[in-house]
């Protein structure tokens, strides 16, 4: 099978006059141009920003490694005859002592590089890399994995924030009331990025969408923040034992009784609810799968729900699998049903975080995260049957699916325990300069929705290449960085 480089020319030649007879020589007139060096640029290009901005932390090390080896070379040389032996340099001891900021780092800097700087960066135009967009159905791509990681970390900031103002003496009943304003807030704005974009359209407002990110993460981080509330239990001797499996269980019953409840309904939903011309259980793109036998039951009852509530003019108009199956149905991935496996997200995150502050030692975070992650993989992989499509629950950012949403909590919980590790506990790295984004996400998400295709984060150049794209959307993700350190300088926190 040949395989075709970028800007690449070739010269195809067929002879014979029958099929039996045709053959195909292929030669290459002028070599392609490595598509992937671009974004190897840009991978580096933030290695050296994280490098520059922690070169007093490597020195540091630097200088420890030299003492070790100064102290080696004169144990070799000197051979003391006291039976006291020399003691390490002070310096060494400071290398697991937890950080005594009131901002967990490595929860800033998950959201800095999987949430902020990579979403901004793939909103551009993600240097028109294939991995870098959406799966135009089932399936899983990076692009795919950075808003359900936004919502994930979401759950674990809503658990220590709770616990931090009960702690404090904030009644249940205020916290509520912060929950619904908060949950209102982001819907409206998300409304309001949806109004800016259609404004000045002559079909304006009947083209307006209703559903969107915002609102998703609005009405799911309600549901979740809401259920934790009202059962949250705090253990006064959780810090000072071991971790025991039933006795969490028990003490988290009534939150998880009721979000098991939710994914019934959600299940119940997706395999049971009566589609017009749609078979049971259909999770299929429509349009062309299938020979076309259900062109126009897209997403199934994810996709009928929304058409009934919304209306067909109210909900994204182009879905990522438009251009591959044909559909002539609108669908939106942001949808009401979305709404009930994204709060589960949201809940998984709740229950992670409720780790961070029930076990003092990071080595039974870290068991207690290994049996989550366990837990979390081996049910993703049971449900979609291997990651195939074919399997019960297909993995599937589009729909939300069961599947997909384990497998996030998968991801984020890994890519979380490796930063926590680092940052937080070894200290090899201080996060930086990603946790500055990850200070004020929603500010920047905002931001990045009403000025992205303005003037310094993005212009027009001739030519456009691949390199110039990729360099153009560098640009408008560090420009972005730039404003959340000066957000982080000033002292500018914004927290709807």
């Not at 992989?381 to 297909?394: K, Q, T, V």
């Amino acid at each position: 099978m040949e395989t075709f480089g970028e800007m690449g020319e070739y010269f195809l030649l067929v002879t014979g006059r029958t099929e039996e007879e045709v053959e195909c020589s292929l030669t290459t007139i002028k070599t392609p141009r490595n598509s992937y060096l671009p974004l190897i640029i840009s991978i580096l290009f933030y290695v050296i920003l994280g490098c520059a901005h922690n070169r007093e932390k490597l020195l540091r090390i630097c200088r420890k490694v030299q003492d070790i080896k100064f102290y080696y070379i004169q144990s070799r040389e000197i051979k003391p005859t006291s039976s006291e032996c020399p003691t390490l340099p002070y310096v060494m001891s400071d290398v697991f002592i937890p950080r005594k900021e009131g901002r967990l780092r490595s929860l800033d800097s998950f959201r800095g590089i999987l949430v902020i700087a990579v979403m901004i960066f793939a909103n551009f135009s993600n240097g028109d890399y294939l991995v870098m967009e959406h799966a135009p159905w089932n399936g899983l791509r990076i692009s795919d994995v950075i808003l359900p990681c936004f919502v994930w970390v979401m759950g674990v900031s809503t658990a220590m924030s709770f616990n931090s103002k009960l702690c404090k003496g904030v009644s249940r009943w205020i916290l509520f009331r912060r929950i619904v304003t908060r949950s209102l807030l982001m819907i409206i704005i998300g409304v309001v990025i949806n109004v800016s974009l259609v404004l000045n359209r002559k079909d304006f407002p009947s083209k307006l969408r209703i559903p969107g990110v915002l609102q998703l993460i609005g009405v799911s981080f309600f549901i979740a923040s809401t259920v934790h509330l009202f059962f949250f239990k705090r253990n006064k001797d959780d810090s000072e034992q071991c971790w025991h499996p039933v006795n969490e269980l028990l003490l988290c019953k009534g939150e998880y009784l009721t979000m098991l409840i939710i994914l019934s309904v959600h299940t119940l939903i997706m395999f049971f609810l009566e589609v017009p011309g749609c078979p049971r259980g259909y999770q299929g793109p429509g349009g062309l799968h299938m020979n076309g036998k259900y062109q126009n039951c897209t997403g199934g009852a994810t996709g009928y729900i929304d058409l009934l509530v919304f209306g067909e003019n109210h909900i994204f108009q182009r879905p990522a699998c438009k251009s591959i199956y044909n559909t002539t149905v609108p669908f939106d991935p942001e949808g009401l049903l979305a709404t009930l496996t994204s709060s589960f997200l949201v809940f998984i995150g709740i229950q992670n975080g409720r780790t961070l502050l029930a076990y003092l030692h990071w080595k039974t975070k870290l068991t207690h995260w290994m049996c989550w992650i366990i837990v979390l993989g081996a049910t993703a992989y049971a449900l979609a049957g291997g990651f195939r499509n074919d399997g019960l629950i297909p993995v599937n950012k589009n729909i939300w699916s069961l599947s997909f949403v384990l497998t996030i909590s998968f991801i984020a919980l890994t890519v979380f325990i490796i930063l926590y590790i680092t940052v937080d506990v070894m200290k090899l790295w201080n996060g930086g300069p990603f946790h500055y984004p990850g200070m004020n996400p929603l500010f920047l998400f905002i931001g990045h929705a009403l000025f992205s295709q303005m003037f310094p984060w993005k212009w027009k150049v001739a030519g456009y290449s691949r390199l110039q794209r990729i360099i153009l959307d560098l640009w408008g993700a560090a420009v972005w960085i730039g404003v959340s350190f000066y957000l982080y300088y000033k002292k500018i926190f914004f927290s709807l």
